[in-house]
């Protein structure tokens, strides 16, 4: 079992991206879809199968990151507003 992360920003997208995917049908700003599957048809299956809007198509322009779940480590984090001291 692998875990799949795509991420999409389009915070400072423009025209001249114009061929740019577009992963969500909904209007986004940041985009992001973690799936744990077996391999990578798998998990755009089980995107494709919530009926939530992700553009399966455009996902598969976009190399996702690869965790292999037999390992401990840090997959995911996130700060904000940070303000360093």
Not at 4 to 29: A, D, G
Not at 46 to 67: C, N, S
Not at 71 to 81: K, L, M, N
Request: net charge negative.
């Amino acid at each position: 079992m692998k875990v799949y992360v795509w991420r999409h920003n389009k915070t400072y997208h423009s025209h001249s991206m114009i061929n740019e995917p577009c992963v969500q049908s909904h209007f986004y700003l940041d985009a992001l879809a973690i799936v744990a599957a077996d391999s990578l048809e798998e998990a755009l299956a089980k995107l494709e199968a919530q009926h939530a809007g992700w553009r399966i198509e455009d996902l598969r322009q976009l190399t996702p990151k690869v965790y292999a779940l037999d390992e401990a480590q840090v997959i995911f984090t996130e700060v904000r507003g940070s303000i360093a001291e």
